[in-house]
């Protein structure tokens, strides 16, 4: 037999009366006289707080009453013991007729979340003299295909070539291997690669030059909407004067080595160093190695006009972040320090990359000996490389 100390019908009976409780926490009987007063308001975490003789008192005062509140809770309650009680005291309330709700069931499970689409990494190539690069998107379909897409961007016409296929998943990672291996390539994140096509396709529209066949499909399947608004770059910072006087040492790497002027302006300049070559006047070495100086200066400040000095900001803005996923740091942060100037129009000093752009005409001309009006012009005594080459994988690098 219990013991009036334990019985919960004794202690709900002491608790409603007032009576002592030494056997307890003082401040646990204070808070189970609370709960009793009014049992329907009871609140779960404060049952299972206290000693467990007084949460069964308070248990009893729920069954007294006809409460099925504290019962219907306390039934899936981590205390087993209390939990054991409750689901007594709900039988002994539909017993005497009161309803109770049916045990709580567990909700449905939720069906497995489709798992997220596999994105692969898109290729680029770096930018040409003229502004032209590759860009090979890649998306998986169905089973162990690959959708892959290779385009060729202009910066003045926007995508101007496009070959649209399927490869299987091997297939694809030859041709990355093999691109990545033969140079002149970077990965790129797909939502980057996505992002250069939505501005080369809004420079399609603003220019007015007509998509090539399955650029619909490809912005529609890539889920790419053409931006309108030209690019802008941030404004010059602190330092990029310092680094843009180094900025001619970006002609020194491989993939700006062969950038030149347009051919118009490199027979300008080999017309104006004809003229100081061939002068009736007589002038010391030095004096002729000034006036050729002063042409490639003349030339390359009437070539780069606001406009052009925009497209060459661009340029090597790309370029900073192509030398950046080559492991080049410094040429990055020396491509971006001259981008910023050249787009917000930075006049002087001039700069030393525009400069050095028209210094290697004059290197060019010096060791083939070409002359303004002679059968080889530039172009012909440093012929520009094909636009279109292949990695052994048969990826299109410009």
């Known amino acids: 037999m219990r013991s009036s100390s334990s019985d919960p019908r004794s202690l709900l009976d002491a608790l409603r009366a007032g009576a002592p409780l030494p056997a307890f926490p003082a401040e646990a009987v204070e808070s189970a006289r609370a ?28 069954v007294s009453d006809g409460h099925t509140a504290l019962p219907e809770a306390l039934s899936s309650s981590a205390v087993k013991p209390l939990a054991k009680a409750a689901k007594k005291a709900l039988y002994q309330l539909r017993s005497r007729g009161v309803a109770v709700a049916g045990p709580a069931r567990a909700a449905p499970a939720e069906p497995p979340r489709a798992a997220a689409p596999e994105t692969l990494n898109a290729l680029a190539s770096a930018v040409t003299g003229s502004g032209e690069r590759a860009l ?25 070539a496009l ?4 490869r299987n998943r091997a297939t694809w990672r030859k041709l990355v291997k093999d691109g990545l291996a033969h140079g002149g390539i970077v990965e790129l994140p797909l939502e980057e690669a996505a992002a250069l096509l939505a501005e080369a396709a809004g420079t399609n529209l603003r220019t007015r030059t007509p998509f ?38 970006l002609h020194d790497t491989v993939e ?9 302006d490199m027979r300008a300049l080999v017309q104006k160093m004809d003229e100081v070559v061939h002068s009736p006047l007589s002038l010391s070495d030095a004096q002729r190695q000034e006036q050729l100086q002063a042409a490639v200066l003349g ?18 803005w790309r370029m900073a972040d192509y030398f ?20 917000h129009g930075a ?38 490389p094909s636009l279109e080459r292949r990695s052994p994988g048969g990826l299109i690098i410009p």
């Open 256 to 264: 700006l080595a062969s950038w030149l002027p347009p051919e118009s």
């Open 212 to 249: 090539p066949d399955g650029l619909d499909v490809v912005l529609r399947h890539f889920g790419v909407q053409p931006r309108l608004s030209p690019t802008e770059l941030p404004p010059p910072e602190l330092e990029d004067l310092r680094r843009a006087l180094e900025a001619d040492v």
């Open 324 to 343: 950046e996923r080559s492991s080049r740091p410094r040429e990055a942060e020396l491509a971006r320090a001259e981008a910023r100037r050249l787009f």
């Open 299 to 316: 030339v390359a400040r009437d070539f780069f006009t606001p406009e052009v000095r925009q497209r060459y900001a661009l340029r090597l």
């Open 136 to 160: 090979v998107l890649a998306r998986v379909l169905r089973g162990a295909g690959v959708e892959v897409v290779q385009m060729q961007l202009s910066d003045e016409r926007g995508v101007v």
């Open 35 to 62: 709960l009793v007063r009014d049992v329907s308001q009871a609140a779960l975490a404060s049952v299972e707080a206290l000693p467990e003789p007084l949460a069964l008192a308070a248990l009893e005062a729920a």
């Open 347 to 384: 006049q002087e000093p001039f700069s030393r990359f525009a400069e050095r752009l028209f210094e290697k005409v004059v290197a060019l001309v010096a060791a083939t000996g070409a002359r303004a009006g002679a059968d080889t012009g530039p172009e012909q005594a440093a012929p520009a």
């Open 163 to 166: 070959q649209l296929g399927d």
